[in-house]
């Protein structure tokens, strides 16, 4: 027995996975780790005390982020891992800090909300974890089963969660839907895996690459290839609520508990597009002029679609939704300019969505942490007098989506159109110019509403004054202030303050950002 070590034994497990693999993998690890720890600990914590599993969920993902920033110093020359199925490059590590840092987000903001509506459930944050896992995963990897696995445990899970207020229709509606449209978007990406993998015979992004780099030189790109890839753009273009594949959207948005929706239009549009980059704009690179202006045409019905709907809604919720599908149809535009100018300039919208939709959302959440949704127009008429220090923050985060000057936004668009013009694509461009002009007029419509007197009567019901109906929902709602908790007003002081500096120093994102370039494995 003399020098005997577990590691030498030939059936044990680690045995057969080095060290850099799993050192590679230490988020997903972690946070998987984590969703096992918050399962057994669901057990043990009695209902009364489940703030501690979402101090617990909090820590996990904290720590998960704090192996994202370790990883960085030593990402500037990635290699693949798992035999080239998985890297931790810069760009994936920069996907994952976005979407670490909004599951943080929602998680600390989520135990008032779930209290307040009687939905403080431990299977709540072991979904949210078994989600985040999912969402690491398809950030990182470099082969198409790897993306595929890591688009089902991503989409599973936020199933669950849509329909996760179980006693209300809208909600069992919500997760229905979602279900079942994912469900054939899932189908379309598989299909198209598979006739890519029909055509090529690889499966590893790097060795499809250099199929394709050998094929379109010689004119040999096969019509089954090129339906391969429209497939697997159609697959994604559901995930990340674009259109025409946006139909689930404002209902599932509208549908499921604020805080889901939260985490749902940021963190999984942030995966979505890290893989979408990394197939469209590398791995497909060279097969570009055959899928370029179907993107495009996506970008621009997602711009014109999402921004015109929107003028029309009433909720916050759908009114976000329709937004997110212009927001998407923006981010298009990277994705169809394609590296390096396109990549750098969708990865920093990327992180100026995360922190304007997340402040966004986490204003309704801390509102909605008292009893009731504050979803409808008329729960935010007269806001600003009422509470005049939530009213700014949301003010500035509308302001942003918008792309006024000084704030993040404003940068966002004009690098993504400014990458497009330098790629001689003007069009998308001057769409993506006019429709956001569309978009002020119902962002600004929210702000003046806020600002407006809480007894004017637009959109109230007949028969009562504006004034007793707000005051009405304001007593049903209990005490104003709950949900305002410390953490609450960290968070979105946090979110405005990402918004405002990416706006007046965009330089320092987006100089780290041009650096950075998606790696094929």
Sequence with gaps: MTGWSVGALPWYPLHFVPAVDLLSALPELIVGAGMVLMLIADLLVPPSRRGILAVGTAAVLSAALVAVIWQWGGAAHAYATF?????????????????????????????????????????????????????????????????????????????????FARDERRSQEAGM????????????????????????????????????????????????????????????????????????TPDVYEGSPVVVTTFMSVATKVAAFAAFLRLFSTTFGSAQSGWTVPLALVAIASMIFGNVVALAQRSMKRMLAYSGIAQAGYILIGVAVGQPDGTAAALY??????????????????????????????????????????AGLLAIFLLSLAGFP???????????????IHDGQVP?????????????????????????????????????????????????????RAGWTLPGRVLVLTAAAATLVLGIFPTVVYGVIQGIHAVTG
């Design 83 to 163: 035999d080239g199925s998985f890297v931790a490059d810069r760009f994936g590590l920069f996907s994952d800090a976005l979407i670490l840092s909004t599951a943080i987000v929602v998680v600390l903001l989520s135990p008032p909300y779930l209290a307040g509506r009687g939905l403080h459930a431990g299977e709540y944050y072991i979904l949210l974890l078994a989600s985040v896992v999912g969402m690491l995963t398809l950030a990182g990897g470099t082969n198409l089963i790897v993306i595929f696995l890591g688009v089902e445990l991503l989409s599973i899970p936020l199933y669950v969660l849509a329909g």
């Design 177 to 248: 839907k979602y279900l079942l449209l994912g469900g054939f978007a899932s189908a379309f990406l598989l299909y198209g895996m598979a006739l890519v993998y029909g055509d090529t015979g690889k499966t590893n992004l790097t060795a499809i690459h250099r199929v394709l780099l050998e094929a379109v030189p010689a004119g040999h790109v096969s019509p089954l290839l090129m339906a391969g890839i429209g497939l697997i753009g159609i697959g994604l273009a559901f995930k990340v609520s674009a259109a025409p594949f946006h139909w689930w």
């Design 349 to 390: 919208y990327l992180a100026a969505y995360t922190a304007m939709n997340t402040g966004a959302f986490a204003v309704l959440t801390i509102l909605s942490s008292r009893g009731r949704e504050c979803d409808e127009y008329r729960h935010l008429r007269g806001l600003g007098r009422r509470e005049p220090f939530l």
């Design 406 to 420: 000084l704030t993040a936004g404003f940068f966002g668009k004009f690098f993504l159109f400014s990458a497009a």
């Design 428 to 480: 998308l461009a001057v769409w993506g110019v006019v429709t956001s002009a569309v978009s002020v007029f119902y962002y600004l419509r929210v702000t003046l509403l806020m600002l407006g007197q809480a007894g004017e009567t637009e959109g109230m019901d007949p028969g009562s004054t504006g004034g007793d109906q707000l005051e009405s929902w304001a007593v049903q709602t209990g005490d104003r």
